[in-house]
């Protein structure tokens, strides 16, 4: 993955923006990524998407599915880059707080992510209806486009965050 810019929230729920080989951080306070211990846990898939069920599938890894509703909107000023992470660290909040109402919510490690589309630095959203496909598809079509996937892996206490 190289020189991938990852964010993440640190001690001082404070947003830190960290290279992923050197992890530098701000703010005099410890970051909160780190390596997540999966033994003895189970995992949650944050997400509705069949080709990431397929994937874990395909890595025999027994997992749940637990969607909750999120809003896909981001801040103005963050590089598209950081969008998908920031979309993907919501879904994985969202699940976080649902499960943390359940005896076993230490036992677990959500994985959520969240994939753009950018062409011209604009970021294209998920089409509203037919017509709206239709007009996505015509601005891809002979263009070069880059597709950037956000992950999130989540504990009780640490996170893993990256873009790709």
Known sequence: MGNVIGNTFN????????KKEDFIHKNNCKLKTDKISYIGKSVILASQSPRRKQLLEWAEVPFEIIIKPTDELYPAGISVEEVAMYIARNKAVAVKEFVQNTTAATNKIIVAADTIVVIDNEIIGKPVDRQHAIEILNKLSGKTHTVITG????????EIIFSD
């Open 11 to 18: 001690a001082c729920n404070k947003h830190v923006s960290i």
């Open 151 to 158: 992950v999130v892996l989540m504990d009780n206490d640490k």
